[in-house]
């Protein structure tokens, strides 16, 4: 009897501790997969670079965590201004990129659109969200599209250091022949933000579109450079884009002079400018993409990109 009620003891003791260790891997595994998920969020990519060699996170989808990101700025209450012009025949492209900006960008933060146009009148009336403003600034008509592209330095230069002080937090300065088509958001924030032009992203820096000729501010010596920049998209503090529009315009000012212009134009000042004053961040080709049935592995979302357009009938030269 005494061994039969000993026997059930241990059988007693041996069913608790199996017991016991079942739970214990239970919770475990549980709380693994839940902090894995939803703490570290499982991120990163190996498929791609998302750190620069000076440490600039390249924001790519799978890299961040949209509710913790979002819930970290909500709190700092900002304002995004965003500059974009249209002159000419490229006020055609506005409602689109109004409308899809709308559903797309910086949704839920406070936006502030300036409108540099040479026709007020053809500004489209796109209903804005709350806490969404526009204001539109008239220029003068250019004959160039050279010019009204470069000249674009100049005016930022002066918007920003004039009006945007007290008005805004950060700046992203726009091309209008785009649209967005996926989230871009408080992800992309940093002091000085760049995007890889999605023709170089994986291309060899040889490759790279630089200014090559020595006479110009924008010359980039071949061997050097890190990633080719697009003048379509660039932004970051007001007091970081005030001084990268500033030097812009200054280099472009001497080349003027020399009767020199860079080969891609404010593009090529901006890149040699990036050389020597690295971006903090870097946003990959998903935030301005070039073709929307071109398609890469690398790119599970497109953010926004550039639209097709005959260069022969909107511009006003050649
Ligand atoms: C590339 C760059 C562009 C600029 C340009 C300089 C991309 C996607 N874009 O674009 O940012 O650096 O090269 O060579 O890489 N605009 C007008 N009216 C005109 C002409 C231009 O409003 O008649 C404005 C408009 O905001 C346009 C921008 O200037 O988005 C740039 O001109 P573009 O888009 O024709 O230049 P593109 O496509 O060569």
Not at 32 to 58: C, E, K, M, Q, Y
Not at 81 to 109: M, N
Not at 167 to 176: G, K, P, R, S
């Amino acid at each position: 009897m005494t061994m039969r009620l000993r026997h059930i003891f241990h059988f007693f003791l041996l069913g608790m501790f199996v017991g016991l260790s079942l739970s214990g891997l239970i919770y475990w595994v549980i709380t693994s997969i839940w902090f894995g998920n939803h703490l570290t969020g499982n991120l990163g990519r190996t498929d791609v670079a998302s750190v620069t060699p000076w440490l600039a996170p390249i924001v790519w989808e799978g890299t961040f965590d949209s509710t913790v990101i979002d819930s970290i700025y909500k709190q700092q209450n900002i304002t995004v201004a965003t500059t974009v012009f249209a002159l000419g025949k490229y006020t055609r492209f506005l409602r689109d990129f109004l409308e899809s900006a709308e559903e797309h960008y910086f949704v839920g933060f406070r936006v502030h659109y300036y409108l540099f146009t040479d026709q007020p009148d053809e500004v489209p009336n796109v209903k804005l969200g709350q806490e969404r403003y526009l204001t539109v600034k008239k220029l003068p008509s250019m004959n160039r599209w050279q010019d009204i592209s470069m000249s674009r330095m100049e005016i930022l230069e002066k918007l920003i250091k004039n009006e945007l002080a007290s008005e805004a937090d950060y700046i992203f300065c726009l091309d209008v022949d785009t649209k967005f088509i996926g989230r871009w958001s408080v992800e992309s924030l940093g002091r000085l933000v760049g995007v890889i032009h999605p023709w170089f992203f994986n291309a060899p820096r040889f490759i790279f579109t630089y200014e090559r000729r020595p006479e110009s501010q924008a010359y980039i010596p071949a061997g050097e450079g890190d990633y080719y920049f697009t003048g379509a998209a660039f932004g970051g503090s007001l007091k970081d884009v005030h001084h990268l529009t500033k030097t812009c315009q200054e280099q472009m000012n001497i080349d003027i002079a020399n009767s020199i212009e860079a080969i891609w134009h404010e593009e090529s000042h901006l890149n040699k400018y990036f050389l020597y004053n690295k971006p903090s961040k870097l946003l990959s080709p998903e935030y301005l993409w070039r073709d929307i049935s071109m398609s890469s592995g690398y790119v599970k979302i497109i953010r926004f990109s550039h639209v097709a357009k005959n260069n022969a009938e909107v511009r006003p030269n050649l």
